[in-house]
């Protein structure tokens, strides 16, 4: 099994910095997982941000985010990494990060997920 868990969620003001961190336990790195970051905000569907392939050599950003968010892996340390720049009031969310054999933007592609991060961009 895979066991995902995020941190480094939290407050910050807009134009600000945040770095999530997503630990994962078990074959994850191992068996060649893709890695994806997703948010949702309330009364909102879950959407993609941001996904690395196993090797780490393509990465794949939503629109809304790219240029201003950074997705990245530590195989050795088992975690992945979405470094938040420039944040923005419509970035508030829960932040999960998600496993999947396939690299792809599509939720219900990535069977493993974490509990979520709450980030809250204040105005």
């Known amino acids: 099994q895979v066991q995902l868990v995020e941190s480094g969620g939290g407050l910050v003001q807009a134009g600000g910095s945040l770095r999530l961190s997503c630990a994962a336990s078990?074959?994850?790195?191992?068996?060649?997982?893709?890695m994806g970051w997703f948010r949702q905000a309330p009364g909102k569907e879950r959407e993609f941000v941001a996904a690395v392939s196993w090797s780490g050599d393509s990465t794949y950003y939503a629109g809304s985010v790219k240029g201003r968010f950074t997705i990245s892996r530590d195989t050795a340390k088992n975690t992945v990494y979405l470094q938040m720049n420039s944040l923005k009031p419509e970035d508030t969310a829960v932040y999960y990060c998600?496993?999947?054999?396939?690299?792809?933007?599509?939720?219900?592609?990535?069977?493993?997920w974490g509990q979520g991060a709450q980030v809250t961009v204040s105005s």
């Open positions: 078990g074959r994850t790195f191992s068996s060649g997982y893709a």
């Open positions: 998600a496993a999947s054999r396939i690299l792809t933007y599509t939720p219900s592609t990535y069977p493993f």
